[in-house]
T-cell receptor, first 115, second 115 residues
Framework: DTGVSQDPRHKITKRGQNVTFRCDPI?????LYWYRQTLGQGPEFLTY????????KSRLLSDRFSAERPKGSFSTLEIQRTEQGDSAMYLC?????????????FGQGTRLTVV | AQSVTQLGSHVSVSEGALVLLRCNYS??????LFWYVQYPNQGLQLLLK??????LVKGINGFEAEFKKSETSFHLTKPSAHMSDAAEYFC?????????????FGQGTILTVHP
């Protein structure tokens, strides 16, 4: 397994445009998490899925943000009508929760710049 | 609610010197604690984790951390710094159980290693 994969690695967009990021988790992991990291800060939790079900959303996740994991495998995070404040690194992580639990494994992130 | 405080946003050491990165946590339940390392424009890599077993935890690259419940601390140490240790380090806490992979991070500590 190659680990958690995120695409694209970098995205520059104009304010007001929509963007979509993709995350492919480690294949046997049933949980998938999205975090946002701004410059000089630690990652902040946005939302997570168990299989295809979105179980929790942070209040940081405004109405312009939507996440899906349609078949319990890859996930997408869409930001509509981007704002300059959305500029950040978006990190995806996956883990397995069941009889035993694994820690979260992170992807390399997607860096979004809104100009 | 859980929280993590990392004392010192920047730590500078000489190559070969002791590395000490401080982390204090707040949790209403027995915590699960983690240290992650992040290199520039990369995701997070797990260094070590505390999951209520031994209080002294050994991780990768010669790092270790000690869980001290009375001090609510989980400081990261390495006896002898190497140039390749220069990176940003994040302490994180989880509730464990079904929330094992959902993390609350500290602000991060940037470690600089001088020759």
């Amino acid at each position: 397994d190659t680990g958690v994969s995120q695409d694209p690695r970098h995205k520059i967009t104009k304010r007001g445009q929509n963007v979509t990021f993709r995350c492919d988790p480690i294949s046997e992991h049933n949980r998938l998490y999205w975090y946002r990291q701004t410059l000089g800060q630690g990652p902040e939790f946005l939302t997570y899925f168990q299989n295809e079900a979105q179980l929790e959303k942070s209040r940081l996740l405004s109405d312009r943000f939507s996440a899906e994991r349609p078949k319990g495998s890859f996930s997408t995070l869409e930001i509509q009508r981007t704002e300059q404040g959305d500029s950040a690194m978006y990190l995806c992580a996956s883990s397995y929760t069941g009889a035993t639990n694994t820690e979260a494994f992170f992807g390399q992130g997607t860096r979004l710049t809104v100009v | 609610a859980q929280s993590v405080t990392q004392l010192g946003s920047h730590v500078s050491v000489s190559e070969g010197a002791l590395v000490l990165l401080r982390c204090n946590y707040s949790s209403s339940v027995p915590p699960y604690l983690f240290w992650y390392v992040q290199y520039p424009n990369q995701g997070l890599q797990l260094l070590l984790k505390y999951t209520s077993a031994a209080t002294l935890v050994k991780g990768i690259n010669g790092f270790e951390a000690e869980f001290k419940k009375s001090e609510t601390s989980f400081h990261l140490t390495k006896p002898s710094a190497h140039m390749s240790d220069a990176a940003e380090y994040f302490c994180a806490v989880s509730d464990g159980g079904t929330s094992y992979g959902k993390l609350t991070f500290g602000q991060g500590t940037i470690l600089t290693v001088h020759p």
